[in-house]
């Protein structure tokens, strides 16, 4: 970074070396690759269906072949998220069965603290952020909002892809409970992307780490502390990226 | 001789100056009755009110050439001055001109071209009308409109209001049957109760239209609101008025209305009113032989949805709000989102734009140090 301050004095010469840490897998890139572009598709496909009555909504489907492919398309992009999400799964499993899942991700009493220290950061009660691990909470909030949202999509898109075999098990009732919640949950996980998940990434930082797998050493010291100070005193070969291979 | 030939050929020019003078108040006000007021009627009944008159018609049928006197003394045309000549315009003395028609059907088809001239509106509606299409189709035996109103004894045609079916029924014999015992029907016919539909209500009166277009189909959840979505008349017989409303809302509702609106001629198969309720023969749904008691409903499903479980009826929650008896799952989803959805906005954006705030002063003050 141009940006950067004069190096620390312990360093003998001038030249700056922009040390990089590794954040996320190859594997996890592509996981949120795919998520990225799916959520993205079953938006598209899915914000004219439900505003089908809106002029907007009309000029996307203009006809009731352009409505059949349109769900064609949605049916396709949620048996890819349901994929991805079954890999996901998947592997967390066999990580949680060898033992070697990291517990970065998993929330704790932490979690709660530092957010109502961010927040006495926010209003000037505090003069310090909370120091923050390889997670923060947003970061949390972030994978649990949309781990439990993209759920209950998905199990509430089922149900109204296939309401007649459902219903052989269940009561009649879902059927409508999981259309207005497919619905009205796909409205609230947009909202939660756009407001909170694009402020953080674009507007606070632009933070490409999810897509180049690395942070440099400055965002490191400033958003993850925690994290950065056990890396740089411990060896590097102890840290575990969360991937399968690792 | 020249003084003569003169006056000679003044009664002629009154004449021509009179015919002309009639003819102009004939050509300009063609819709008014009182124009065709003629003193024929008991020069014609002279000989047409003896009931044997009759005459054989190529045919082979027998055309009676009777006319009662009090009945036509009754009829709307005949106390208001219009008489046989308005109608039958070639007939203007004795002896009359002779008949060219082959049987009796061909002479009512064409007698009825009378009615344009006075009624031009209903005439040329009756022309877009279904009952035309089939003629022109070659069916003579579709109706003209002395088959629905009479002939020379026109009389209201819808007083009593019972009147209605019971003409249509003339031909239409299976749908009047199943009318009458349909709810709308039998409150028709046991209370004489003046709300309830009647064919014309829903089918139109002289430019009847095919009911089995996909666009009658489409416009069939507005027809029903005419009158079930008016708040008096459904109090009236404590029905709910908010059927439409809510329908309009459900999963068929707002396929249906959509296609009303962009593809009304598109064939599609979400449910309307009909299609579970029945057409002419809608019940009170505690009937136990209507399609929509509880006891049906699962047969009635299967219509569309082949071989759906007993829990199918339960998805359909269309008529009704949602409450916490009716509709348990729809209740908790409501009543869950109807606090997360704003929570999550309001969360996210008080947080943001707390985030926002600090990140713009600090920068200010960090610049102006």
Known sequence: ?246 | MFKLQHVNKLPGVFLVVGILILASLLWFTPTRAREYAQETEQYCLSCHSNPDLEMTLPSGETLSLYISQEQLKDSVHSPNGIECEACHTDITTYPHPAIEYQNVRELSRSYYAACQKCHPDNYTKTQDSMHAQVAEAGNLDAPICTDCHGSHYVQPPDQPRTLIPSTCGNCHTEEYSTYQSSIHGNALVQESNPDVPVCTTCHGVHNIQDPRTQQFRVDEPDLCASCHADQEMMNKYGLSADVYDLYSLSWHGVDVSVYDARWPTIQHNSAVCTDCHGIHDILNPDDPNSSVNPDNLLVTCQKCHPGVSPNWTGAWTGHYEISLQRTPFLYYVDWFYSFFTPMILWICGIYVALQIIRLVVDRARRSLR
Not at chain 1, 51 to 70: D, G, H, M
Not at chain 1, 131 to 140: I, P
Not at chain 1, 194 to 207: G, I, T
């Open chain 1, 1 to 246: 970074m141009s940006k950067s301050k004069s190096p620390p004095s312990s360093m003998t010469n001038r030249v700056k070396i922009l040390r990089t840490f590794p954040r996320f897998s190859a594997s996890q890139r592509w996981e949120h690759a795919i998520l990225l572009v799916s959520i993205a598709i079953l938006l598209l496909t899915g914000l004219p269906q439900k505003y089908a009555s809106s002029a907007w909504a009309q000029v996307v489907i203009s006809s009731p072949e352009r409505l059949a492919i349109i769900q064609q398309i949605h049916h396709i992009t949620a048996l890819v998220l349901t994929a991805l999400v079954l890999y996901h799964l998947g592997k967390a499993c066999y990580l949680i069965a060898k033992r070697k899942l990291p517990g970065d991700m998993l929330p704790t009493l932490q979690d709660i603290k530092d957010a109502w220290n961010m927040l006495l950061y926010l209003v000037y009660i505090k003069k310090q952020k909370p120091a923050f691990g390889k997670y923060n909470f947003e970061q949390k909030v972030t994978y649990w909002f949309l781990f439990f949202s993209i759920g209950i999509l998905i199990i509430s898109g089922y149900t109204m892809w296939f309401p007649e075999t459902i219903t052989r098990v269940l009561p009649g009732g879902v059927i409508p409970a999981a259309i207005m919640a497919h619905s009205t949950e796909a409205i609230a996980t947009a909202i939660f992307i756009v407001l909170w998940h694009f402020y953080h990434v674009h507007l606070e930082r632009l933070n490409l780490s999810i897509f180049s797998g690395w942070l440099n050493e400055e965002d490191m010291r400033a958003y993850h502390s925690l994290e950065y100070d056990q890396l740089v005193r411990k060896p590097r070969s102890n840290q575990d990226s969360g991937d399968i291979n690792s």
